[in-house]
């Protein structure tokens, strides 16, 4: 077993130009996965909506669905660093809102962050609120999934000059109120380099080319278990063939009476 990593570790690992290695879980098994793997932080990230769950977007995930998955993670995660999504409409509203979703994150699941996505005005200042009583976040611009619907799908954001400088401004915002690391989803790698160079936090960028500080995929894309993955993702193996072939077998063998073995 490693040392437990610590949010002071993500600045200096910037600073030492260090890589950052961010993987997501859903359960006790991804959660195993990824922390044995030597993730430096592991995301429960709502990405499980769509991955493990079914839905369609982000959208529909409750507070409470969230909190179910992040205490099986904690309970399969002893170096890595623990961080919890707050699912859509839970922080939004505002900030005495967010204050107890993310409350609830951290009390009843063990989290020792959340992670928020956008960077306006008003989120800026729910990320100070957070990081003021105590609570460390982490920011998310580019493609922020739970904006589905207002950006049309899961397209590439920050294409323009005019959208560059919006994720840019966004990104400032977050580091300026205090969060300790950004996602930078989907965005074009020159953007994500200035991003990077202007910030004090360390970037973790997922299809945001090579110059972020970090990265992170969606584990179940690494494993290659989902049915559809993003153009960015890499599937560093295959096992969703693997056990529908491994489960046909069992089947196969109950039918010709080979197992169990007499
Ligand atoms: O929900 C998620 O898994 C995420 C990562 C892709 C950053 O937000």
Same mark, same amino acid.
């Given at each position: 077993?490693?040392?437990?990593?610590? /949010?002071?570790?993500?600045?200096?690992?910037?600073?030492?130009?260090?890589?950052?290695?961010?993987?997501?879980?859903?359960?006790? $098994?991804?959660?195993? !996965?990824?922390?044995?793997?030597?993730?430096?932080?592991?995301?429960?990230?709502?990405?499980? =909506?769509?991955? %493990?769950?079914?839905?369609?977007?982000?959208?529909?995930?409750?507070?409470?669905?969230?909190?179910?998955?992040?205490?099986?993670?904690?309970?399969?995660? $002893?170096?890595?660093?623990?961080?919890?999504?707050?699912?859509?409409?839970?922080?939004?509203?505002?900030?005495?809102?967010?204050?107890?979703?993310?409350?609830?994150? !951290?009390? #009843? %699941?063990?989290?020792?962050?959340?992670?928020?996505?956008?960077?306006?005005?008003?989120?800026?200042?729910?990320?100070? $609120?957070?990081?003021?009583?105590?609570?460390?976040?982490?920011?998310?611009?580019?493609? %922020?999934?739970?904006?589905?619907?207002?950006?049309?799908?899961?397209?590439?954001?920050?294409?323009?000059? #005019?959208?560059?400088?919006? !994720?840019?401004? #966004?990104?400032?915002? /977050?580091?300026?109120?205090?969060? @300790?690391? /950004?996602?930078?989803?989907?965005?074009?790698?020159?953007?994500?380099?200035? /991003?990077?160079?202007?910030?004090?936090?360390?970037? !973790?960028?997922?299809? =945001?080319?090579?110059?972020?500080?970090?990265?992170?995929?969606?584990?179940?894309?690494?494993?290659?278990?989902?049915?559809?993955?993003?153009?960015?993702?890499?599937?560093?193996?295959?096992?969703?063939?693997?056990?529908?072939?491994?489960?046909?077998? @069992?089947?196969?063998?109950?039918? +010709?009476?080979?197992?169990?073995? +007499?």
């Amino acid at each position: 077993m490693g040392m437990a990593v610590k /949010i002071q570790q993500f600045a200096r690992w910037k600073q030492a130009q260090r890589p950052i290695a961010v993987l997501t879980a859903w359960d006790l $098994t991804s959660a195993h !996965i990824a922390d044995q793997a030597g993730a430096d932080m592991v995301l429960v990230g709502d990405s499980l =909506a769509m991955v %493990t769950l079914g839905y369609d977007t982000t959208l529909p995930l409750t507070l409470d669905e969230m909190l179910h998955h992040a205490r099986a993670v904690r309970r399969g995660v $002893t170096d890595a660093l623990l961080v919890m999504d707050l699912p859509f409409m839970s922080y939004q509203t505002n900030r005495a809102d967010a204050l107890r979703a993310a409350g609830r994150a !951290i009390k #009843e %699941t063990g989290a020792q962050a959340v992670k928020v996505e956008g960077g306006y005005t008003a989120m800026a200042e729910t990320i100070q $609120t957070l990081v003021q009583v105590g609570i460390p976040v982490m920011g998310h611009v580019g493609l %922020t999934p739970q904006s589905v619907n207002t950006m049309g799908g899961f397209r590439q954001q920050g294409r323009s000059p #005019e959208a560059a400088n919006r !994720i840019l401004q #966004e990104a400032i915002a /977050i580091d300026q109120a205090g969060a @300790f690391a /950004i996602v930078l989803e989907h965005i074009p790698a020159d953007l994500a380099k200035t /991003i990077t160079e202007k910030l004090t936090i360390p970037t !973790i960028g997922i299809g =945001a080319g090579p110059h972020c500080d970090g990265q992170v995929l969606v584990t179940a894309d690494v494993l290659g278990l989902s049915s559809w993955q993003p153009p960015f993702a890499k599937q560093y193996a295959n096992l969703r063939e693997q056990g529908i072939n491994a489960a046909q077998q @069992f089947c196969e063998e109950v039918r +010709s009476r080979q197992f169990p073995p +007499s």
